[in-house]
C-alpha cells in the first residue's frame, strides 16, 4: 500500500500527458483525493511498516520506506495540501494541465522524502521534487522568474551536491554495507570525520529549512512564482530541510548535533528574529508571507537544535501545521489579487466588500500568528517551552518574534482589509463556488488541531522521544 500512496501521484502526473483537455482537472483531482484517502487510511492502521529490498546492490543502494510518526503526519499534510492546491489550479489556471502534473510528480518527491529510509534514497526524493519546483516557476512565473529560478537552483544544487558527498563519506567511513539508515546507524561515523560529514549535510537541510544566510532564494522565488499561489503552496511544503535534520541528521551525527548546538541555535534565533523585522517593512503580500514563513522556520530550527524533546516535538508540530495555514494564505493572497489585480497591502477596504474573504484571511493570520486555540500556538508554545530549558536568552530572542508577527501581520492586514476603499477601484466580490473549500479547509484544520492536538502529537512525540533516549 505505501508504494501505491508514494507513486500514484506520479503515475497521474504522467497520465495527464495523454488525457484529453476537457478531463485533465477531474484525473487530477481523482488522483490526489484518493493518494490523501490512502494516506488517512494507513494512519488508521497504525501506518506502514519498513519495507526494504536492494536498489543497486553493487552501490549499497536500498528501496527502503516506511510511513510512521513525524513523517506519516507530514505525508498526510502535504497529501492534503496537494489536493487544496489541485482545486484552485483547476479554478485559477487557463489550461491547467502541465500545472496539474508538475503539482502530482512534485507531490510523489515531497512524499518520498518522508518515507525514505536509505540515504541515497531521500537523496533522490529530495532531486525529484526541485524539477517540478523549477518547472512551476520556469513556466508560469512572472518577469523576473529567470533570475530568480537561477538563484533558488545555485542554492539547491550547490546544497545538494555538499549533501551527497556526506552520504558517501557517512558509508565509506563508517564501512557500512549499504546506505539503508538501519546499516549506517549500526557503523556510525564518530571524532572529527562526523562533524565535517555534518556540516555538509547541514548545508543543504539549512537551504531548504531554509536558515538564516542560506535563504537569499526564498523571497524572490515566492515574488516571481504565479500569482495564483498555488506553486508557492509546494514551495512551502518543500521546505524540508527541518524533517532531513530530524530524520538523519540528529541520527547519524549525534555529537556533532550537541558540538554544534549553541552555534545552531543561536543561528535559528536570529533567523527568527531577523525575518519578522524585513517581513515588517513588506508591502507586497507574498514578499511578506515569505518572511513570515522564514521567520517560522527559525523557530522550528531553534527547537530542533535544541536537542530537548518539547522543544522538538513543537519543532515538528510547527513544521506540520505551518505547511497548512502559511499556504492557505498563499492561496488567499492570490485571491485577492485575482480580484484587484495587485498583491500590494495597500489595496484596503476589501473588508467592505468581500467579509467573508477577509474574515477568514484574517483567522489563517491569527494561526500565523500563533494565537490559542489556533495549531500555530501548539507549536510555538513548545519549541520556546524547551528551548527556554537550554537558553533562556536565545528562547527570549526567538520568543520577540512572535511580538513581530502580530505587528506585521495585523499591520499589513489592516492596511488591506480594512481602511478606505480608494475611489473608483473596482468592486471585489466574495468567495465563490470552490474558494470556500480552498481556503476552509486549511482553516478547519488549524481550529482543529489548535483546540485538539492529541491526534498529531500521538504521532511525533514517540518517535521524538524514542531519537531523544526517553529523556
Not at 500512496?5 to 504522467?14: G, I, T
Not at 525575518?275 to 527559525?298: C, E, N, P, V
Not at 474558494?435 to 511525533?460: D, H, K, M, Q, R
Request: hydrophobic share 55%.
Amino acid at each position: 500500500m505505501i508504494h501505491f500512496f508514494l507513486f500514484l501521484p506520479l503515475l497521474a502526473s504522467l497520465l495527464l500527458l495523454v488525457t484529453p483537455v476537457k478531463w485533465r482537472e477531474e484525473v487530477a483531482g481523482f488522483a490526489a483525493a484518493l493518494t490523501l484517502g490512502l494516506g488517512v487510511w494507513m494512519w488508521r492502521s497504525g501506518g506502514a511498516e519498513l519495507f526494504s529490498v536492494g536498489w543497486i546492490p553493487a552501490l549499497g543502494v536500498t528501496y527502503s520506506v516506511a510511513l510512521d510518526g513525524v513523517s506519516l503526519l507530514l505525508s498526510l499534510v502535504t497529501a492534503l495540501m496537494t489536493l487544496v492546491a489541485i482545486i484552485y489550479t483547476a479554478r485559477r489556471i487557463p489550461n491547467p494541465g502541465t500545472m496539474l502534473s508538475l503539482i502530482l510528480a512534485m507531490e510523489t518527491g515531497l512524499l518520498g522524502i518522508y518515507a525514505a529510509r536509505d540515504f541515497i534514497l531521500f537523496y533522490v526524493f529530495f532531486e525529484d521534487a526541485l524539477l517540478p519546483a523549477l518547472l512551476m516557476l520556469a513556466i508560469y512565473g512572472k518577469v523576473h522568474r529567470m533570475a530568480a529560478l537561477v538563484k533558488f537552483g545555485a542554492y539547491t544544487l550547490l546544497g545538494s551536491m555538499l549533501m551527497l558527498v556526506s552520504i558517501i563519506g557517512v558509508k565509506a567511513i563508517g564501512g557500512s554495507p549499504s546506505f539503508a539508515l538501519a546499516d549506517l546507524l549500526a557503523h556510525p561515523v564518530t571524532g572529527s570525520a562526523q562533524t565535517w560529514l555534518y556540516l555538509g549535510f547541514l548545508a543543504a537541510m539549512a537551504v531548504k529549512l531554509p536558515l538564516f544566510p542560506l535563504h537569499a532564494w526564498l523571497p524572490s522565488f515566492h515574488e516571481q512564482n504565479h500569482d495564483s499561489g498555488v506553486a508557492d503552496v509546494m514551495g512551502t511544503l518543500y521546505k524540508v530541510g527541518a524533517y532531513g535534520l530530524f530524520r538523519f541528521g540528529m541520527t547519524l551525527f549525534p555529537d556533532a548535533s550537541l558540538e554544534l548546538r549553541p552555534i545552531l541555535m543561536g543561528l535559528a534565533a536570529f533567523t527568527a528574529v531577523y525575518a519578522a523585522w524585513i517581513a515588517f517593512r513588506q508591502t507586497d503580500w507574498k514578499r511578506l508571507l515569505a518572511y513570515a514563513g522564514l521567520s517560522h522556520m527559525g523557530l522550528v530550527g531553534l527547537g530542533l537544535f535544541s536537542l530537548q524533546d518539547t522543544a522538538v516535538i513543537g519543532a515538528l508540530y510547527l513544521l506540520a501545521f505551518q505547511n497548512v495555514y502559511t499556504g492557505a494564505l498563499f492561496l488567499a493572497a492570490g485571491m485577492l489579487q485575482e480580484r484587484v489585480g495587485s498583491l500590494s497591502t495597500r489595496v484596503g477596504g476589501i473588508m467592505i466588500q468581500a467579509p467573508i474573504l477577509s474574515g477568514v484571511t484574517m483567522s489563517l493570520w491569527f494561526a500565523s500568528i500563533a494565537v490559542p486555540g489556533l495549531a500555530g500556538f501548539v507549536g510555538e508554545f513548545s519549541v520556546l517551552l524547551g528551548a527556554y530549558q537550554v537558553s533562556p536568552w536565545l528562547a527570549f530572542l526567538a520568543g520577540l518574534s512572535t511580538i513581530a508577527a502580530a505587528a506585521y501581520a495585523l499591520t499589513a492586514f489592516q492596511h488591506s482589509y480594512w481602511q478606505t476603499r480608494p475611489s473608483g477601484a473596482v468592486r471585489v466580490p466574495d468567495l465563490q463556488q470552490t474558494e470556500w473549500l480552498v481556503l476552509g479547509l486549511p482553516l478547519a484544520v488549524a481550529v482543529v488541531f489548535g483546540v485538539y492536538s492529541t491526534p498529531a502529537l500521538n504521532l511525533i512525540q514517540p518517535a521524538v522521544r524514542t531519537l531523544m533516549g526517553g529523556s
